[in-house]
């Protein structure tokens, strides 16, 4: 039973950061993408970040790429997504998902099985 467990979201003014883990267990991810997706209110599941966790390829959004940097930690089985220079329109809930997935799919998400709970990530002005 994969399980996916996030943590490290908070409150944070315009232009500071955050770190989120994602805790992942119940299986070995080599083969799989690991995800992270986002989500505002009333809205579907956007996507952020991806990485390959055998060899660390990353896939960003264009909305966080500069700003965004997703990574995995083997040894931890955890992923992590530091957040810089965020922005009031990054406040959302944020999800990490895990599947094996190819090629343009992985900013899909339907294409991923596994999903944590969300961390609530708010950027006041």
């Known amino acids: 039973q994969v399980q996916l467990v996030e943590s490290g979201g908070g409150t944070v003014q315009a232009g500071g950061s955050l770190r989120l883990s994602c805790a992942a267990s119940?299986?070995?991810?080599?083969?799989?993408?690991m995800a992270w997706f986002r989500q505002f209110p009333g809205k579907d599941r956007d996507f952020v970040a991806a990485i390959r966790w055998s060899s660390g390829s990353a896939y960003y959004a264009d909305s966080v790429k500069g700003r965004f940097t997703i990574s995995r930690d083997n040894a931890k089985n955890t992923v992590y997504l530091q957040m810089n220079s965020l922005k009031p329109e990054d406040t959302a809930v944020y999800y990490c998902?895990?599947?094996?997935?190819?090629?343009?799919?992985?900013?899909?998400?339907?294409?991923?099985?596994?999903w944590g709970q969300g961390t609530q990530v708010t950027v006041s002005s």
């Open positions: 119940g299986r070995t991810f080599s083969g799989y993408y």
């Open positions: 998902a895990a599947d094996r997935v190819f090629g343009a799919s992985i900013r899909d998400r339907s294409e991923y099985d596994y």
